[in-house]
């Protein structure tokens, strides 16, 4: 396969989507590290007022 090409294709194509999946993965931990940000924001603005809304 490799004296044809179809190899190097193939670890390219490879790549590509390996390269997809770790932007993927990058955005998703993006979003819920904002999310636990607000989060533990939120806890803390209510933990020094006491508990109260």
Known sequence: MQKFGLQRN??????AIELEIVKEQASVLGRAGKKLR????????????????
């Open 10 to 15: 193939s670890t390219r194509l490879h790549s």
């Open 38 to 53: 607000l989060s533990l924001e939120k806890y803390e603005g209510e933990r020094n007022r006491g508990g109260r809304s």
